[in-house]
């Protein structure tokens, strides 16, 4: 199997090949999802193709996140040159950019955001001039039996690294707490914060890093092309120490070498291990301190500043760079001078504590191996125009459709005079909801789920698509697709009846992105966005409160998957005639979870706007109102 190795930077690659890797990913200063990496000018990506090649190393050059209309020319140029320089993959996250970028001959990969995990999934991606799919991380390693043998294309396991809580990485609570978009490389990780949950606090989303070189033998025995680790935002020993340990795993050595490269990776970077989701459906959170605690060499009791009595799986050297933790409290840190005994350099309560290493000597000799990073000087990129942005269409207003997001029938009885349009969440109910709509003749819409890795949740009549498999699942009917596919610009294939737009876009940003698509659209008015979709378990029901004080609703569906819901709900339905004006065919409002008593007051506004049921909705949401993106937009660094 493959080993693909992260490469934020030039010394990153280097440490990379020193590794052992088959194969790097790494990202050129704009369309990466990493972008606070140092990642490579367009010289230095020519340069780090040559350097790569003639180490036999592969390189995959990530163009993942999602590409406004104003950038979509300059994405598409990107690729061709990736082309010119002969990179061997690019990765994609955005449909749109998939679209355009069709007829330039380069191996494409899907990315993780694409929510490949089925079978349907991946045979989309083969009909539509995919090679490579990473497959969704929440996957178990039973799942993935089911999907990878049988797959038409490549696929790519992550095996190593952060994991993010969210469902393949499709989060939008940094976006909607501070700005930042996960989707477009800035992510703030939110999910590192700490929370309050009723009594108690901690790191209730922060997940541990996945460790995954235990299933290394049943993942080549299933066919998986290659294995990747995370860690572009890490540093170059990191980079050489992971894929040193993968190496040496994959070729089935697992002595001394392997153990000690495990010990000084777990020291250079380690919030704590899991398997993730391959062993099965267990939580994959850690939730003491969410930032590098580094190798846990066991317990000590400390008097009098001193070392007394340890229980320690490695013994201390001298210099060794020591770290005092109680719970998710680091008390501080130290280099050892004296072994006989270990002195704490400043004062501490007597007690047991936590004890890590977090610099070990050997780490300098690792740096002296990867040494300076390498000259990467390639030929100065030249333009070449590119007309790639679809063009403007003839205008038209249009009258929004109100359309109503219901998961339980009390709701739906309460919005049903006031709706153009159903969608009703996949569940028991269902075909009930279907002939209450029949009988006022309104068409019902199911909402499938959006993690489907056997492709069961399959619907007759309309149905509103929730990831790529779903989109040819339709018996004809018309197909809808939700706003979890991240449409971001006017070349997103016109696939569908309907097509919800992100809600990360502003409002010039909705207006032009409408006036170049030639398909119906939808722009979410009403509700509290969904802002984490998770596999954890451990989620329950209820809320979780930030430091702020914002509140967070919570709640686990009968299928088993968590969702953590913004702290406020969006309110655009002043913004209808707006929306109209631009060509939006449909208002999306979304009274899931919530009483009857208030869908109703918000179906009646969407219908008539009125000061005093304004006021009252705004009362029975808890008194504040958001805009969301729409009228802000998202932060430019």
Known sequence: MEILSPAGTPEGLAAAIKGGCDAVYLAGKSFGARAYAGNFSD?????AVGYAHD??????????????NKELDEAVAFVRYLKD????????????LLRSVSGIDIPKHASTQMQIHSPKGLKWCAENGLDRAVLARELTLEELSSIVPDSPIETEVFIQGALCYCMSGGCLMSSFMGGRSGNRGSCAQPCRKKYARGDSE????????????????????????????EGRMRSPAYAYLSTKVYSLAEAGDRGEEYQEN????????NRGTSEGYLGGVVSPVQPLYPDNRGFHLGRARISNQRFMETDFCDPVGRKDGLSIF??????????????????????????TYDIYRTYDPRIDEIKNLIGKAPKLNGQPRKAVPVDALPKRLPHKDMRPDRSFYVSGMKVLDAVLPYADRIYFEYGDHLDEAKEVCAARKVECVALLPRFDCRDECIASGPIMASNPSQIGMSDGSRVYLSSVFNAFNSAFPNVAYQTTLSVELSRNEVSDLVARFPCRTEVMGFGRTELMYTRDPGLGKGSITDEKGAVFPVYTDPRGFGHVLNSVDLFLLDSI????????????????KRPASLA??????SKKPDATLRGKIQEMCGGEFTQGLYKRGLRKD
């Open 55 to 68: 180490h036999g190393v592969r390189v995959h050059v990530t163009v993942n996140t999602s590409i406004l």
């Open 326 to 351: 109680t719970g998710d409290q680091k008390v501080g840190g130290f280099k050892v001078v004296d072994l006989d005994p270990i002195l704490v350099p400043f004062k501490i309560p007597d007690g």
């Open 577 to 592: 005639e707006e929306l109209g004006r631009s060509g939006v065919a449909s208002i999306g409002i979304d009274v899931r």
């Open 262 to 269: 495990l010990a000084l990776l777990r020291t250079v970077f």
């Open 85 to 96: 320089i002969d990179a061997d993959a690019v990765l994609i996250q955005d449909l749109g």
């Open 600 to 605: 109703k007051a918000v179906a009646m506004y």
């Open 43 to 47: 010289k230095e990506l020519e340069g």
């Open 202 to 229: 901690g790191y209730f989303l922060s997940c541990a890093d996945l460790f995954g070189a235990d299933y290394i033998e049943k993942l080549r025995d299933l066919g998986v092309t290659s294995l990747k680790i």
